[in-house]
């Protein structure tokens, strides 16, 4: 069968292969006194709140199961923007939400309506792997630029201007970051939305961790820059909804229409029980919940990075959100003979039985010196992977 270029052009995702190969180790030490401890996984260890699954029941009890308007439930799509108000003081119109199957049909609907084949997205390296594919189905090319900790791992203004050429549409970033859980500073990402607002480009901001933010300086919306700068988000993450599959994109108000048009034809609405359950996620119950969560993850980052650090395991830039530590395994790797993060990950696994995300995924600068830990997992369970690690790390002295 003749498979279009398209879909040959999307790589795999290797961090799947990693995923397998933890689950069928942890098959067989199970019922071990070693049972595998998952630090790969990016999805929080929660659930939705009460009154979100109650909303979820009632909606399905009471047949409100039909499709809905394209862009969403008007109700949920005023809900939203009236959560911007509440929690990052900014006005956001509902008519410039459009609720989507998750943050990834945003930045798929973002890509189709606004990347030509041939055009180039910046973004940073190292970052969320399927980017690159969103804007390759959309038959442009994602040019990644190489990131440091200098920067947080995120692109420069200096860079951007750099690296913009003739067929440069625009950039994508993501912040707080996945892998790093890192975010741009609100000075650099102004000057880049100044840039690339001066030639006509897309300011495209993955803000799906900006609700699990740890840090003043950073926690706020890209989206008080401007109309024209268009944000992703989801209920995925803060509102630990991963599977629920529902999230939104901010849009610049002569966007809407042409995102409607797509989304209409290709999904036809998200998913109709979601929504409705998604209106309890604002209830002040819930919200009080999220926030008691937010304080979780932020104890499990101060507990666990700096014993990486302890280990020789350095996290170059704290994260400031998000779940992730972005560690350099280098010299685990070196005292184990093994060439980098990818092979580390798999002996960490077999050594350990502790699952960790090699950096290959998410770029190529440096990226064979990165493991990506998520700390979306109990204290108990970092406290135990730790206490592994540490014995490794004895061993080895
Ligand atoms: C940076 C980033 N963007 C988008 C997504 C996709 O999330 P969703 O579940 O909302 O589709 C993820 C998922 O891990 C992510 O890390």
């Known amino acids: ?83 911007y108000g509440e929690r990052f003081g900014v006005q956001v119109p509902a008519r410039r939400i459009v609720v989507t199957a998750g943050a990834s049909a945003a930045l798929q609907l973002a890509c189709l309506a606004l990347v030509d084949p041939g055009d180039e997205i910046l973004m940073p390296d190292p970052s969320y792997p399927c980017n690159r594919q969103f804007v390759s189905a959309a038959e442009g090319r994602a040019v990644l630029l190489p990131t440091d900790a200098a920067g947080r ?128 996620c604002f209830e002040p119950d819930s919200i009080a919940e999220y926030e008691r969560r937010r304080g979780e993850f932020k104890a499990r980052r101060d507990f666990f990075i700096p014993q990486l650090e302890q280990l020789g395991l350095p996290v170059p830039v704290v994260p400031d959100g998000a779940f992730y530590a972005w560690a350099d395994c280098s010299a685990w790797a070196q005292r184990w003979g093994l060439p980098g993060s990818w092979e580390f990950a798999f002996e960490l696994m077999k050594r350990a039985h502790v699952a960790v995300t090699p950096g290959r995924d998410f770029g190529q600068h440096a990226t064979q010196r990165f493991v990506r830990f998520s700390t979306a997992s109990s204290l108990a369970h970092l406290q135990e992977a730790v206490a592994r690690m540490k014995a490794l790390h004895e061993d080895a002295a």
């Open 1 to 83: 069968m003749r498979i279009a270029g398209r879909a040959e052009r999307i790589e795999p995702f290797y961090v799947m292969e990693v995923a397998k190969a933890a689950e069928r180790l942890a098959r067989e030490s199970a019922a071990s006194d070693r049972p595998m401890v998952f630090l790969n996984i990016g999805e929080p260890d929660f659930t939705a709140p009460p009154a979100v699954q109650a909303a979820a029941e009632r909606a399905i009890r009471d047949g409100r199961t039909q499709y809905t308007a394209a862009c969403g439930l008007p109700a949920l799509r005023e809900r939203i923007a009236a959560w």
């Open 153 to 280: 791992f995120q692109l420069t203004a200096g860079q951007v201007e750099a690296a913009w050429g003739p067929r440069t549409r625009g950039v994508l970033l993501a912040s707080p970051s996945n892998p790093t859980g890192t975010s741009i500073h609100p000075a650099e990402l102004a000057r880049i939305h100044a840039f690339v607002r001066a030639r006509g480009g897309i300011t495209l901001l993955d803000e799906i961790y900006l609700g699990l933010s740890y840090d003043e300086t950073f926690g706020h919306t890209g989206l008080a820059l401007g109309e024209d700068l268009i944000s992703v988000n989801s209920f995925s993450k803060y509102f630990s909804m991963t599977g629920w599959r529902l999230g939104w994109l901010v849009v610049p108000e002569a966007l809407v229409p042409v995102v409607e048009r797509l989304a209409q034809n290709l999904f036809i609405c998200p998913s109709t029980v979601a929504q409705h359950a998604a209106l309890a």
